[in-house]
């Protein structure tokens, strides 16, 4: 499975999720995401189902890269970015869609995706053999 195929089983899809933890295995191969999932109907007049959030894990299996932006955001004097989760607000597996992207390696094999982080102004790109997704 791709990560767009699991994104078009979510109610919105990563859109607005939020990365509370990553990691990322070399040995094996394979990383995983912490998410907060947006689960809530924008339409809903109940305030509370609109912003509504549950937990899960993506995981990549048969990973080929995995290449995280550094901030485009000023620096504060002291260098520490604000302590807080990376917020997700697009992300697709249409590299051309980007206006500019880093030379990543072509793919015979596999899939590629990208992850926009609104708070750092930065992306992630992602390539490997198969995507899961589970609810915690």
């Known amino acids: 499975m791709t990560i767009e195929e699991i994104s078009n089983t979510l109610p919105n899809g990563f859109h607005d999720a939020y990365i509370r933890r990553l990691s990322i295995n070399y040995v094996t191969?394979?990383?995983?995401?912490?998410?907060?999932?947006c689960i809530g109907n924008s339409e809903s007049e109940d305030a509370s189902k609109r912003d509504e959030?549950?937990?899960?894990?993506?995981?990549?299996?048969?990973?080929?890269?995995?290449?995280?932006?550094?901030?485009?955001?000023p620096l504060p004097e002291?260098?520490?970015?604000?302590?807080?989760?990376?917020?997700?607000?697009?992300?697709?597996?249409?590299?051309?869609e980007l206006k500019s992207?880093?030379?990543?390696?072509?793919?015979?094999?596999?899939?590629?995706?990208?992850?926009?982080?609104s708070n750092y102004n930065s992306f992630i790109?992602?390539?490997?053999?198969?995507?899961?997704f589970e609810w915690e």
């Open 29 to 37: 191969r394979e990383a995983a995401f912490a998410l907060e999932v």
């Open 53 to 73: 959030y549950k937990q899960g894990r993506l995981k990549l299996e048969g990973l080929l890269y995995f290449v995280i932006e550094p901030p485009d955001i």
């Open 101 to 117: 992207y880093p030379k990543l390696p072509e793919l015979n094999k596999g899939f590629r995706h990208w992850f926009f982080i």
């Open 78 to 96: 002291d260098n520490i970015l604000e302590e807080s989760e990376l917020w997700i607000t697009d992300d697709s597996t249409d590299f051309y």
């Open 125 to 132: 790109y992602v390539a490997a053999m198969n995507a899961s």
